[in-house]
């Protein structure tokens, strides 16, 4: 989790928050953040890390109404990559069922999240594991809907992740034309094997458990990192053998 809730208190500021935004999805982007705003005044970590939890609350409750309905087995893959204390759990239904009203305002919680946690740089690792984290939801009933797609595309436009990088994103949950494993590790067919293990050596260390600590990217989305690994290496391990046996 985020928060190290015992330290922070956070369960009478989380009441205090959400009593402050109120129970109408009207406004909802607009209240959260001048109650947060007003909250945290002269504790801008404590605020920035508050703000990205909220942030990743709504676009997860957003990305699972994209298609229209939202489905058990989306909300427990909410679960799976956002891990709270019990005694938080009404707190955080809350929100997320304010959130999951519908879909409307998931772009102005997307720039907030991006302004709050991006490097300003394209494909920042940070958002990247966001990115990861709406597709787990997204696939949680089987298929990831033409809608939903939409709203990724759209989230990752924001976050300013390039076109390709979508792609080598969206082929490590969505399997196309029976699955490609040059495009998940962003290489060619026509590359040397040697300059495909540097690759798939780069990502891995890249994307490592202790990285990821190090960008303050926040426990709840390492599940979502553990599944993207798994995708690496998978993919190079499907080169691998395509190399041996040719």
Request: proline share 3%.
């Amino acid at each position: 989790m985020i928060f190290d809730f015992a330290c922070l208190q956070l369960t009478s500021l989380w009441d205090r928050l959400l009593n402050a935004v109120g129970d109408a999805a009207t406004n909802t982007l607009s209240r959260v953040v001048e109650a947060v705003r007003t909250l945290f005044e002269g504790d801008p970590e404590t605020r920035r890390r508050v703000s990205f939890s909220i942030a990743i609350i709504a676009l997860s409750a957003k990305m699972a109404k994209a298609d229209g309905a939202v489905v058990a087995s989306e909300v427990e893959a909410f679960k799976q990559i956002f891990d709270f204390p019990e005694e938080e759990a009404k707190n955080v239904a809350r929100l997320y069922n304010l959130a999951r009203q519908d879909v409307a305002g998931y772009e102005a919680y997307a720039e907030k999240l991006a302004n709050l946690c991006g490097s300003g740089d394209c494909n920042c690792p940070m958002l990247e594991n966001v990115i990861d984290g709406l597709f787990h939801i997204a696939k949680a009933d089987g298929m990831v809907h033409e809608a939903e797609l939409a709203f990724l595309a759209r989230i990752a436009e924001i976050f300013q992740i390039d076109e390709d990088h979508f792609r080598r994103i969206m082929a490590r949950h969505i399997t196309m034309d029976g699955g490609n494993p040059y495009l998940i590790l962003g290489v060619s067919p026509d590359q040397d094997f040697s300059e495909i293990r540097k690759q798939y050596r780069r990502l891995v260390a890249e994307h490592h458990p202790d990285k990821l600590i190090a960008r303050g990217v926040p426990a709840e989305l390492h599940a979502a990192a553990n599944e993207r690994m798994a995708a690496l290496n998978a993919a190079y391990a499907a080169i691998a053998k395509e190399r041996k046996a040719a």
